[in-house]
T-cell receptor
């Protein structure tokens, strides 16, 4: 089976401060990893993804994530957040053996002016 | 091109009634997913269609829930004898193989 754990349900951070949203996964086979963002009253959209190659992945809006196979993690980072980054962020994993995408429960990022 | 569309955008129904939610995926996408998003519950997987394979129904919460995908395109999620706990936003997503999922705007279901 595969699973995704997002360790923080809510993360408040001041504007222009750095942020890290944590994601850990479990799977017995190789995986693809995703971060999606959901702005208030909108659907989910892809922020970034790791399929293969470089473990540091850059996405839209200045976000990046690093795939760490030994720690089974895919944490999302941004060096300086903006008010507009206030949203809910979902980590997701797909593994070939399971043939399905599994989402974490989401982390609400609240940027404080 | 057109994205994933869902209809209706909002649905208010009375307890015990049946409802049908529709999803039009992106043309050519072989995979289609249904999720339920409840307040404080995150994204709950319901059902997954992949090409002509039998759907993965492992996430359906009860036998009141069913879904079909006609002609490998449009999908309908049916909830029979709705209960108040069925109130949620129902999201549909499609993808080409194992890659990025493209989500629709969702249907907000309210059961009175």
């Amino acid at each position: 089976a595969q699973s995704v754990t997002q360790l923080d349900s809510q993360v408040p951070v001041f504007e222009e401060a750095p942020v890290e949203l944590r994601c850990n996964y479990s799977s017995s086979v190789s995986v693809y990893l995703f971060w999606y963002v959901q702005y208030p009253n909108q659907g989910l959209q892809l922020l970034l993804k790791y399929l293969s190659g470089s473990t540091l992945v850059k996405g839209i809006n200045g976000f990046e994530a690093e795939f760490n196979k030994s720690q089974t993690s895919f944490h999302l980072r941004k060096p300086s957040v903006h008010i507009s980054d206030t949203a809910e962020y979902f980590c997701a994993v797909f593994s070939g053996g399971y043939q399905k995408v599994t989402f974490g429960i989401g982390t609400k990022l609240q940027v404080i002016p | 091109g057109a994205g994933v569309s869902q209809s209706p955008s909002n649905k208010v129904t009375e307890k015990g009634k049946d409802v049908e939610l529709r999803c039009d995926p992106i043309s050519g996408h072989t995979a289609l997913y249904w999720y339920r998003q409840s307040l404080g519950q995150g994204l709950e997987f319901l059902i997954y269609f992949q090409g002509n394979s039998a759907p993965d129904k492992s996430g359906l919460p009860s036998d009141r829930f069913s879904a079909e995908r006609t002609g490998g395109s449009v999908s309908t999620l049916t909830i029979q004898r709705t209960q108040q706990e069925d109130s949620a936003v129902y999201l549909c997503a499609s993808s080409h193989s194992t890659d990025t999922q493209y989500f629709g705007p969702g249907t907000r279901l309210t059961v009175l």
